[in-house]
Antibody, heavy 121, light 110 residues
Framework: QLQLQESGPGLVKPSETLSLTCTVSGGSISSSSGYYWGWIRQPPGKGLEWIGSIYYSGSTYYNPSLKSRVTISVDTSKNQLSLKLTSETAADTAVYYC????????????WGQGTLVTVSS | QSALTQPASVSGSPGQSITISCTGTSSDVGGYYYVSWYQQHPGKAPRLMIYDVTNRPSGVSNRFSGSKSGNTASLTISGLQAEDEADYYCSSYTSSSTVVFGGGTKLTVL
């Protein structure tokens, strides 16, 4: 059974860069042919927001509202997915989830437990 | 991209059926069969309940069903149970090769 676990700093200062890692166990990222991996976030008390996705081939797709600040990548040697979000503001305070497509595009079946990131000085 | 439109809240009594709508445009919901629905209990990660408009992942009760007409997708839960009380989100693939979520609907089981 595929398991995902997010990790990273719980507190980031405004204007700094957020870096999160998602460690995958129970399966290999490199063998996930045909699947998308992604990051989704949820501000406290609010709804889900798709941040972006990376296809197994390495192609990336980002939310237009975040595109200028976000980078998603995969490290197959470490079996990890990563997210970098620059120029953090308080509006980026959220629970960040990593996820993997399950059946078809946009159907996120496997989820991490989520990690809360607070942007504050 | 604009979030898909969902009602903020719906409610129903145990045993009843409820339907949650998800309205988008011809560039997302109306243009593709890649509509998914998620259930989220407080403090938990979302759970995929429906994918490709009508399909249920293994392990999801057949009380959950999905449909689509034009630019509006719907999730129906029949035989409401107390455990169904949660937030529900729809999502759709878009013509820009992105994914967009709905604002979420809080389901209350009376």
């Amino acid at each position: 059974q595929l398991q995902l676990q997010e990790s990273g700093p719980g507190l980031v200062k405004p204007s700094e860069t957020l870096s999160l890692t998602c460690t995958v166990s129970g399966g290999s990222i490199s063998s996930s042919s045909g699947y998308y991996w992604g990051w989704i976030r949820q501000p406290p008390g609010k709804g889900l927001e798709w941040i972006g996705s990376i296809y197994y081939s390495g192609s990336t797709y980002y939310n237009p509202s975040l595109k200028s600040r976000v980078t998603i990548s995969v490290d197959t040697s470490k079996n990890q997915l990563s997210l970098k979000l620059t120029s953090e503001t308080a509006a980026d305070t959220a629970v960040y989830y990593c996820a993997r497509q399950g059946y078809s595009i946009g159907s996120w079946y496997y989820w991490g437990q989520g990690t809360l990131v607070t942007v504050s000085s | 991209q604009s979030a898909l439109t969902q009602p903020a809240s719906v409610s129903g009594s145990p045993g009843q059926s409820i339907t949650i709508s998800c309205t988008g445009t011809s560039s997302d919901v109306g243009g593709y069969y890649y509509v998914s629905w998620y259930q989220q209990h407080p403090g938990k990660a979302p759970r995929l309940m429906i994918y490709d408009v009508t399909n249920r992942p293994s392990g999801v009760s057949n009380r959950f069903s999905g449909s689509k007409s034009g630019n509006t997708a719907s999730l129906t839960i029949s035989g409401l149970q107390a455990e169904d009380e949660a937030d529900y989100y729809c999502s759709s693939y878009t013509s820009s090769s992105t994914v967009v979520f709905g604002g979420g609907t809080k389901l209350t089981v009376l």
